[in-house]
């Protein structure tokens, strides 16, 4: 079946550090891959997206590029903010006959500190 | 902006209660979904819907049930609480049934705690 690993949290770093969440998926077919990001006691924000091998997605100073030869989708950020401190969670959606179910990681707790 | 609401942040319920947990979203989207989150677990899938009275179960459907009576609503049920289904629960919807291209809209959640 379709699965998502992500890196084990939590994961702290200083503000301005070099952030990398690492994520990568077992799929058959080619799916499409995502990054959702969790504040504190709220719901899951899509961050970005790419639907095909090679795309990068981007928001909000964050990149993901989807590569389909290692099957990862690195989630990655040059200069880490405190308000970026959330819970980020990998997922892939793979179109069945039955409709657009996205499979999800367990999620990457960040904590970034002053 | 699409907007999925969820009628309660927290809720606070008895062993063996039944349990009503509300999803409403406005932008006629076909696709709504039921999401369990608990630490170290992700989220896992409950139930979800493609259409009006239309369910399937996901992952973990036992001791829940599930009704959509109208498109913009999705109502999750726990037929009789037990502790062991305290958690967060996320609802969500998205537009289009097929393409896997377009990524859930969710509600920002209702943590219920069954004592």
């Not at chain 1, 989807?66 to 959606?93: I, M, P, W």
């Not at chain 1, 179109?95 to 970034?112: A, C, D, I, M, S």
Request: aromatic content about 12%.
């Amino acid at each position: 079946g379709n699965s998502v690993t992500q890196m084990e949290g939590p994961v702290t770093l200083s503000e301005e550090a070099f952030l990398t969440i690492n994520c990568t998926y077992t799929a058959t077919g080619y799916p499409s891959l995502f990054w959702y990001v969790q504040y504190p006691g709220e719901g899951l924000q899509l961050l970005l997206k790419a639907t095909k091998a090679d795309d990068k997605g981007s928001n909000k100073g964050f990149e993901a590029t989807y590569r389909k030869e290692t099957t990862s989708f690195h989630l990655e950020k040059g200069s880490v903010q405190v308000s970026d401190s959330a819970v980020y969670f990998c997922a892939l959606n793979l179109p069945t006959g039955g409709g657009n179910k996205l499979t999800f990681g367990t999620g990457t707790q960040l904590k970034v500190e002053l | 902006d699409v907007k999925v609401t969820q009628s309660s942040r927290y809720l606070v319920k008895r062993t063996g209660e039944k349990v009503f947990l509300e999803c409403v979203q406005d932008m006629d989207h076909e696709n709504m979904f039921w999401y369990r989150q608990d630490p170290g677990l992700g989220l896992r899938l409950i139930y979800f819907s493609y259409d009006v009275k239309m369910k399937e179960k996901g992952d973990i459907p036992e001791g829940y049930s599930v009704s959509r009576e109208k498109k913009e609503r999705f109502s999750l049920i726990l037929e009789s609480a037990s502790t062991n289904q305290t958690s967060m629960y996320l609802c969500a919807s998205s537009l289009s049934r097929t393409g896997g291209t377009y990524g859930y809209t969710f509600g920002s959640g209702t943590r219920l705690t069954v004592v």
